[in-house]
C-alpha cells in the first residue's frame, strides 16, 4: 500500500519545463494558450504598417472570438473602412462592406494591411491547423516545425521558436503553401492580459519587400461569455453595430 501511495505522489510531481522531456504538441499547446485565452473574448487591436519611404498606414479593429473556429471581425477606422467587416468559420472567410447587399467570400491569406494577413487576425489556431515536430531543442527555447493540415490555412508551414522555460513563443517565420518565405514576427511587449502573461504586440517584417514593417498591437483582450451563435452568421454581418 504505502508503495502505491508513493508511485501516485510521485506521477503528479512538478517537473520543470526546461528539463521535462515534452512532445511537440505538447509545447505547441503550451504556446497557444499564451499567445490567446482559451474560450471566447473580444479584443481590441490595432495595426501599423511602415514602408521604408516613411509612409505609415494604421487601422483599428474590433475582433470578436468564439472557440477557435468564429470569428468577427469589425473595421473601427480609418473612417473611409468604417463598417466592413469580416465573418470567419472554420477555414471559410467573408467580408461585407457596407456598399454591397451580400457577403463576398475571400482567403484567410488574402492581406488585411501591409503585412498583415487576414487570417492573422480571425484565425491564430496553430494547435488545431498545423502538425508540429521538433527541429532544435536548445539550452532556452523550442524550435518547432509546424506543418498545415490542409490548404485552407493562411501558411503552409510555420517555423516557431518557444522559450523553454515558460514556452513564450518568441519568434516565427511564415511560409507559402509553394515553400516560400512571406515574413518573420516577433511576439514582443509580455504583460498581464486576460488572466496571464502575454504578448501585447506582434511585429511582421516582409521577407520580400525589404523595409516593410506591420505591427499588431493587441489593445485589450477580454474574455466573453455573450457571445451568441447568432453573431457569427452571414445574415447578422449587415445589422453589426458601430
Known sequence: MKRLIFLSLAAFRFVSPACADLTADQILANADAIRLPAGDSSANVTVVSTTPSGKRET???????????????????????????????????????????????ISLQQRLLGEVADGDLARANFVGDYLPTILETKPNFYVLDLRAKSENVTYGRIKLWVDRSNFRPLK???????????????????????????????????????GHVSTIYYDTITPRDDLAEKYFTKDYLKKLKY
Open 59 to 105: 487601422a483599428g479593429y474590433e475582433v470578436w472570438l468564439k472557440g477557435t473556429g468564429k470569428t468577427v471581425i469589425k473595421t473601427l477606422s480609418p473612417a473611409a473602412d468604417r463598417g466592413t467587416s469580416l465573418l470567419m468559420l472554420g477555414h471559410d472567410l467573408w467580408v461585407f462592406l457596407p456598399s454591397v447587399s451580400k457577403p463576398i467570400r
Open 172 to 210: 516565427a517565420a511564415f511560409y507559402a503553401v509553394s515553400g516560400r518565405l512571406l515574413k518573420v514576427g516577433s511576439y514582443e511587449d509580455y504583460k498581464s492580459i486576460a488572466g496571464a502573461v502575454r504578448p501585447a504586440r506582434l511585429v511582421f517584417t516582409d521577407a520580400v519587400a525589404q
